[in-house]
T-cell receptor
Framework: GDSVTQMEGPVTLSEEAFLTINCTYT??????LFWYVQYPGEGLQLLLK?????DKGSNKGFEATYRKETTSFHLEKGSVQVSDSAVYFC????????????FGSGTRLSIRP | DAGITQSPRHKVTETGTPVTLRCHQT?????MYWYRQDPGHGLRLIHY???????DKGEVSDGYSVSRSKTEDFLLTLESATSSQTSVYFC?????????????FGPGTRLTVL
């Protein structure tokens, strides 16, 4: 079945550091890929998405590129801020998952001032 | 803001009692979902609905039932609450299509079963 694997946290970085959170997936067909973010005490929010191979999703300085050849969708940001501290979830949706989203287990990110 | 509210936001109950959580949306989306979030498990799908009176099970449906009598409301019931059902429960709607499943989440309900 479909699945998502993302790097385990927690990840701790200093402000202005470069961020990468790895995400790989297994799916039949051509899934849509998502990154969601959850700030403390809140629900998940869609951060960015990509719906076909080589698409790049971007939002709030974050980027992720849909790489079908490596089945990856790594999240990157060039210069993180304290306000980026949150839990990040990689996710996919495909025709075989019947309108359901498959989430990774989440990566907690903490940014030091 | 996808107009999703959950009630109650916090609840403490005792083992063996029934509990109902409510999710309300204002934008007539067809698909609605209930998830639970636990440390180390991410989000796990409990049940989902693809229309009024149309529901299906997710990966952790045992001990839970759902109902959807109106498009805007999706109820999650714990038949007889157990301590293992202590969790944070999130409702979501699908604002995209079947494959481009862009979900928007409610603020969550923190449930404690003593």
């Amino acid at each position: 079945g479909d699945s998502v694997t993302q790097m385990e946290g927690p990840v701790t970085l200093s402000e202005e550091a470069f961020l990468t959170i790895n995400c790989t997936y297994t799916a039949t067909g051509y899934p849509s890929l998502f990154w969601y973010v959850q700030y403390p005490g809140e629900g998940l929010q869609l951060l960015l998405k990509a719906t076909k191979a080589d698409d790049k999703g971007s939002n709030k300085g974050f980027e992720a590129t849909y790489r079908k050849e490596t089945t990856s969708f790594h999240l990157e940001k060039g210069s993180v801020q304290v306000s980026d501290s949150a839990v990040y979830f990689c996710a996919l949706s495909s025709s075989s998952s019947a309108s359901k989203i498959i989430f990774g287990s989440g990566t907690r990110l903490s940014i030091r001032p | 803001d996808a107009g999703i509210t959950q009630s109650p936001r916090h609840k403490v109950t005792e083992t063996g009692t029934p509990v109902t959580l409510r999710c309300h949306q204002t934008e007539n989306h067809r698909y609605m979902y209930w998830y639970r979030q636990d440390p180390g498990h991410g989000l796990r799908l409990i049940h989902y609905s693809y229309g009024v009176k149309d529901t299906d099970k997710g990966e952790v449906s045992d001990g839970y039932s759902v109902s959807r009598s109106k498009t805007e409301d999706f109820l999650l019931t714990l038949e007889s609450a157990t301590s293992s059902q202590t969790s944070v429960y999130f409702c979501a709607i699908n604002a995209g299509g079947v494959v481009d499943n862009e979900q928007f989440f409610g603020p969550g309900t923190r449930l404690t079963v003593l």
